[in-house]
């Protein structure tokens, strides 16, 4: 269930909240940074990075309850920003976040969101805006990876529709907000999380459901919904810049990460992960160092449009790139979640 869970990171003002005050806090926040090969047991810790605080700023994080969301969360957190996460069990998450951060923790407020359904994800969003708050990053995190073939309550394939289409209605309708709330020298950011599986994946616009005849496969259906993200990601930065808007769009791919994403995996490979997991694969915290760079890196003030990995810019695919598939994906999204494509208005420049 927590696959479809929001964690909405807010201020103070809302009934419950996680807050870490700024004076509990360190000047920065010392993230570690990792190689792209294999962590060896005891060897010593890779450089530091450090991290201005972040004060009153607003995040939105979605699947921010477990794994590399809950990680990412955990560091905003800790860099002064204001937390509430939504989760299945309310109790659990303040423990595990209490226990992890070591910090005060007065209250949690649990904003539920089902990105399987797009009645939920507005729901959720009139919910924020009625709190009247400001919105600085949004970092469209939650995915399934791996699910035998059903569908989400709208009739979406679901890798598509959690992984792509919910974070891509979520991201239209907080967009105002989040232009709102940046400014020159201080932007709004949306950090969008994909994989290196979409380098492998493969768009058919007139298949984007993955029902064609040759059978349905959950790598492919997986890779296909981590392809979309990076196509829209750069269509949505070429909007922004195109506009001047003071929000940026980028991507981070946290690599290889030890999370619960591969319970739906072959048993063998899940056994491969079990016996040998600690060496090949990055901890959710080194996982979510990327997404956390994205989000608050002075480096990438007023920056859009890069593909990151490891906290440095990467290609994606060649046809990430490629306008008028761009284009032609943004449209028929808009189509299937049912709202205006605002590319065609003045709005956009």
């Known amino acids: 269930m927590s696959r479809d869970l929001l964690q909405a990171v807010i201020p103070q003002g809302g009934a419950t909240m996680f807050h870490l005050p700024l004076e509990s806090l360190e000047d920065m926040e010392v993230l570690g940074t990792t190689a792209a090969g294999p962590r060896l047991p005891g060897a010593p810790r890779p450089p530091l990075r450090l991290f201005p605080p972040q004060p009153g700023r607003v995040a939105i994080v979605t699947g921010g309850t ?8 955990k560091h905003l957190a800790r860099l002064g920003m204001h937390t509430a996460p939504s989760a299945v069990s309310g109790a659990t998450v ?16 649990f904003l539920y969101c089902d990105l399987a359904s797009m009645k939920s994800i507005r729901q959720f969003v009139q919910k924020f805006k009625m709190k009247k708050i400001p919105l600085h990053v949004l970092v469209n995190n939650a995915g399934v990876m791996m699910v035998p073939q059903r569908e989400t309550e709208d009739g979406f394939e679901e890798h598509f529709g959690v992984n792509y289409l ?11 907000d989040l232009q709102a709330s940046g400014s020159p020298g201080r932007s709004s950011r949306v950090v969008t999380v994909s994989s290196a599986t979409h380098y492998v994946g493969e768009l058919d616009l007139d298949d984007l459901q993955s029902r064609w005849v040759g059978g349905y496969s959950p790598h492919g259906a997986y890779a296909r919904s981590k392809l979309a993200l990076v196509l829209f990601s750069h269509r949505l930065q070429a909007l922004l810049a195109a506009k ?7 991507v981070a791919d946290p690599g290889v990460v030890n999370t619960d994403l591969y ?11 079990k016996l040998f997991g600690w060496w090949f694969f990055k901890t959710p915290d080194e996982g979510a160092w990327t997404s956390v760079y994205a989000a608050v890196s002075p480096a990438l ?3 859009g449009g890069r593909y990151l990995y490891n906290e440095k810019e990467a290609k ?24 205006a494509d605002m590319s065609r208005d003045t709005l956009w420049g």
């Open 244 to 250: 001047g808007s003071p929000v940026t769009a980028n």
């Open 166 to 176: 919910g974070h891509f209605l979520l991201t239209h309708l907080l967009l105002d």
């Open 66 to 73: 477990e794994g590399i969301g809950f990680a990412t969360a």
């Open 94 to 109: 303040i423990s595990k976040a209490r226990e992890e951060t070591g910090s005060w923790i007065p209250g949690m407020e």
């Open 316 to 339: 994606s695919l060649a046809i990430t790139y490629d306008p008028k598939l761009q284009r032609q994906l943004w449209a028929r999204s808009c189509q299937m979640t049912g709202i």
């Open 301 to 303: 003030e007023g920056v």
């Open 263 to 273: 319970r739906h995996v072959f048993w063998g490979t899940r056994l491969l992960k």
